[in-house]
């Protein structure tokens, strides 16, 4: 779990998952205008950033979203990186409301 993660510290958990809803909006955007130029280099990285902050707060289902965006970039799919985008948006509205809880748990 996220708490567990944070190796029980209600503080630690707090400031986590305030990184993740701050960043995770901005890396969205790096993903939309690394999609935009079709640069599939940058699209792995943001991804991959992503990908590691979902898994600092258990957020494991866009955690492995994010993977699937990674490594289609890294292939150099970018039609499919599209496809798979809409469904890390789609896993991220879904997170949101499910995380704000958690900035009161210090």
């Known amino acids: 779990t996220a708490l567990r993660n944070t190796e029980e510290d209600r503080a630690m958990l707090s400031r986590a998952v305030r990184i993740c809803l701050d960043d995770c909006p901005r ?16 699209l792995e990285h943001i991804a991959h950033r992503m990908k590691s902050g979902l898994k600092a707060v258990a957020a494991e289902a866009a955690a492995q979203v994010a993977g699937r965006v990674e490594a289609l970039a890294a292939g150099g799919d970018i039609p499919a990186s599209r496809l ?17 809880p958690l900035l009161e748990a210090a």
């Open 84 to 100: 798979a985008v809409a469904d890390l948006h789609h896993e991220l509205d879904r997170l949101t409301p499910m995380l704000r």
């Open 27 to 42: 890396q969205l955007a790096a993903i939309r205008a690394a999609l935009e130029r079709g640069d599939a280099t940058a």
